[in-house]
């Protein structure tokens, strides 16, 4: 066999073997990715680990294994694959802050705060940073640090005051502190919005429910009485029931809403800033939509 012979074997050779292993790959990735649009994320975790037998070193396939092992509440092998992840691809950003938001579910805020901030320090995207900021702030209010949640809150609201994410968070602070008055001003400033009839009706039963609860602790019945009947479906149904259960019974004989007691000025919202949280891994994993968990209702669905 003459010398370009032996070359032109050898090049089939290796074009033979990277087609063989691309194969199982990608028949992997194909039963994986069905699984998980299915929401069947434990079916899902043996065709990745297949991925993983013949790419190793692709970190992105440790990323998918840990969103189905965080969909299945495995959180501590969820965050062994996300720490794979970062360890073959220390710029992956979304490994830091999906560790950080099962960190805050697990309780342990500082570090959840930390691996935001790792996130943070890696992210090229300005929006997206402030959506990290966003998650810190979510994360001091479940620890209940207020005076911190309040500082890094400051730094977005110099940014966009009037962003309704940011209104959001200041909303829940004032709930946290009692401020009755201050959290109705703002979650009406959020309700007035005309970007708010954009979301998807359990997510504006979120804001109406705590305008409720903000006029119930402001001994303003009526108005309590008229957010609570929008905020009426859902688990918010449930909530009214433990409190004002005539009230449930009332709402089912009654024709439909009537129109807001109070008119707010339209506001400019700022840019647009998707949160991911707890159940929102940022990959194509199919996901359900509720943050981290940190307000008062745990969990919001922004809807836009």
């Not at 440790?62 to 360890?87: H, P, V």
């Not at 109406?208 to 001994?219: P, R």
């Amino acid at each position: 066999m003459n010398i370009f012979a032996k070359i032109a074997f050898a090049l089939l050779l290796s074009l033979g073997t990277t087609i063989l292993t691309a194969q199982p790959v990608q028949n992997a990735d194909k039963k994986a990715e069905a699984l998980m649009k299915q929401k069947k994320y434990a079916d899902a975790i043996p065709f990745i680990n297949e991925m993983i037998k013949v790419e190793p070193k692709n970190n992105k396939w440790y990323f998918e294994k840990g969103n189905c092992e965080m969909q299945t509440r495995n959180l501590d092998a969820a965050k062994t694959d996300y720490a794979k992840s970062i360890e073959l691809n220390p710029k992956f950003v979304p490994a830091y802050t999906q560790t950080a938001s099962i960190l805050a579910k697990q309780k342990h805020y500082d570090e959840a705060v930390a691996f935001y901030q790792k996130g943070i320090a890696q992210e090229t995207v300005p929006a997206k940073k402030a959506q990290y900021k966003m998650m810190i702030v979510d994360t001091y209010i479940q620890k209940n640090d207020l005076a911190a949640a309040k500082t890094t809150l400051a730094e977005l609201q110099k940014a966009a005051p009037e962003n309704q994410r940011v209104l959001y968070y200041d909303a829940e602070i004032k709930m946290k502190e009692k401020n009755w008055a201050g959290a109705k001003d703002t979650y009406t400033k959020i309700v007035s919005n005309p970007n708010f009839t954009k979301m998807k009706p359990m997510a504006q039963a979120q804001y109406y429910y705590s305008l409720g609860l903000v006029y119930l602790e402001m001994k303003d019945e009526p108005n309590a009485r008229m957010y609570w009947k929008k905020a009426n479906m859902g688990k918010y149904k449930d909530k009214i029931a433990e409190i004002k259960p005539e009230w449930i019974l009332e709402f089912a004989d009654e024709p439909a809403n009537p129109t807001d007691a109070i008119s707010g000025t339209p506001i400019n919202t700022g840019d647009s800033l998707p949160i991911p949280g707890f159940d929102t891994p940022e990959s194509t994993t199919p996901t359900e939509t509720t943050p981290n968990g940190g307000s008062s209702d745990g969990g919001l669905d922004w809807g836009f």
